[in-house]
Every structure is written in C-alpha cells, then in structure tokens.
C-alpha cells in the first residue's frame, strides 16, 4: 500500500465512519440476543441468536480494521468508551418491546443495512470495501428471515397483522435515521469513502420499503405523509432522550442537536451499555 493510500485509510473520515458502522452492528446485535431463551419458539430462539451472533462479528471486523490501521485494540474500541462516545444510529438501542416490534426493526434494519453495504463496495478504501463484501454474503441470510417473517405475519391472522402494521409505522422513520449523516461526512466523501451520501442512500431505502410495503397492503401511505415531520430523526420508546450523556438536557434540545450518529442516545441505552460493557470495566488489562 502505498504512502498516500495509507494516510487515507486512517483518516478522521474513515475513523468516525467505520466506528458508526461497527456501532450499529454491535448494539442491534446485542438487542438481538437479548431473545436468546425468550422468543416465541425454539426456531426462532436459534435463528435470532445466530443473527445476533453474526451482527457482533461483524461489529468485531469493522473495529479491528480501525485498529489495524490505528495501532488501536479492538476490544477497547467496542466497549471501553463512555455512552456518549458510541455512534450508532437510536434505533438500535431501542428497547425491543414485543415480538412485533422486534420484527419491524429486524425487516427495517437488515434492509437499510443492505443498501448501505451495496453502496461501501464501491469505497475508495479497499479494505473497507473487501470487508464489506464479505459482509454482505452473510447479511443476505438476516434479510431472507427478515422478509420470510414480514411476508408472512403480513398475510396471516388479522391480530397479528395489525401488530405489525402498527409496529412498522412506529418504527419506520427510527430506522430511516440509519441514514443520519456521519460526523465528517464531507470529508468521507471528498475522499470516495462513501460513493453515495446518506441523504441520498435514505432516499433509496424509502423508495424500496414503501414499495414492499404497498405490496403487502401495509400503511405505506401513513409513512409517507410522515415524512416531511421526521427531520431529526430523534425518536425513542419512551420519548426521553439523553444529549451526550446529560440527563437534563430536553427532548427539544437533543432533537435539535442531532441524534445517534452525534453521540445523542435514548435512556434505553443506559443499561444496554452497563450489560455491554461490565466485564471489560470491571477486569482491566483482560483479554479474551
């Protein structure tokens, strides 16, 4: 590699954007194995901590190409940071709720997911872009589940169904904010680390989900006329949000700040980030 190709491998750019990445793959991962034990059969007890199991892989390859380049470790990249240092998008660490709820995020998630890796194969940074690759032949696994089980309770009993539909609306614009812009995100892509901007991939992701949902008869139409009231894409299950690790600040505040991809996280993450990182705090200098 050359000089110039390793200076922009570690770049501010790159730092911030790979970080979010593996952020987001990490926090839905661990709310993902949260079913482990508690979903409502033994297949899908196995499959969510399979997809859990991959999700906090993936986390763990994004975080060791930064350190890699960084000469920094892994492990204190994924859990030695405080709450307010993680850039993952809020919709991930949203508490799971019900079945659902679980599912909208599942189908939302897995689908923003898929356009962003499309996208990060063509990025200038090759390693980035090899990783991704590789990333996404496991991906297309969670997605097939994904639309398996949206198809499926879509077409199924009328309980069930609004469930879901309800689930769906409430979640929808959460999971649009995947597509919140990266800190330096300029600088991301004056470099050709990310061939296509946010907005611009947050545009493909509702185009293609309300199509599927209109196919499936869903409130697509509700989500749409949304659209211009969702701005900041600020959202939580309990509608309190946490700017920067300050309880105090106001939901207003915080929404008019930004949210995840700024270190603006919901309560819910409070007690996600103690379980996530307890161990690594309390055994200095371990490794496992």
């Not at 000469?71 to 919709?91: C, F, K, P, Q, T």
């Not at 589940?145 to 409430?170: F, N, Y």
């Not at 959202?235 to 300050?246: K, W, Y």
């Not at 603006?264 to 200095?284: A, G, I, V």
Request: hydrophobic content about 40%; overall charge negative.
């Amino acid at each position: 590699m050359s000089a110039g190709a390793e200076t922009q491998s570690v770049s501010k750019a790159f730092v911030s954007v790979v970080t979010a990445l593996g952020d987001d793959e990490l926090i839905i991962g661990h709310r993902h194995s949260e079913w482990t034990g508690f979903a409502p059969h033994i297949e899908e007890d196995v499959a969510f901590s399979s997809i859990a199991q991959d999700e906090i892989g993936h986390a763990a390859a994004y975080y060791s190409l930064i350190a890699r380049l960084t000469e920094d470790d892994a492990d204190r990249i994924a859990l030695g940071r405080s709450r307010a240092e993680y850039r993952h998008a809020i919709v991930c660490e949203m508490a799971n709720g019900d079945w659902a709820r679980t599912l909208a995020r599942h189908w939302l998630y897995d689908h923003a997911d898929a356009i962003r890796l499309e996208s990060l194969e063509d990025s200038s940074n090759k390693g980035l872009a090899q990783l991704v690759a590789k990333i996404r032949r496991e991906e297309r696994y969670h997605l097939i589940h994904a639309d398996t089980w949206i198809s499926r309770v879509a077409h199924g009993p009328v309980e069930g169904r609004s469930k879901l539909t309800h689930a769906v609306t409430e979640m929808f614009w959460s999971a649009a904010a995947l597509f919140e812009p990266f800190e330096d995100e300029d600088l991301a892509g004056a470099e050709d680390l990310l061939p296509v901007t946010s907005p611009k991939l947050q545009e493909r992701f509702v185009a293609q989900t309300t199509a599927t949902l209109d196919e499936l008869g869903m409130p697509a139409s509700v989500i749409r006329t949304g659209a211009d009231e969702t701005a900041e894409f600020v959202a939580s299950s309990s509608g309190d949000l946490i700017a920067s690790g300050n309880d105090s600040d106001s939901g207003a505040s915080a929404a008019a700040s930004g949210g995840g991809r700024k270190g603006r996280h919901t309560s819910d993450f409070e007690s996600l980030w103690d379980d996530l990182t307890y161990t690594y705090r309390n055994n200095p200098g371990a490794t496992w």
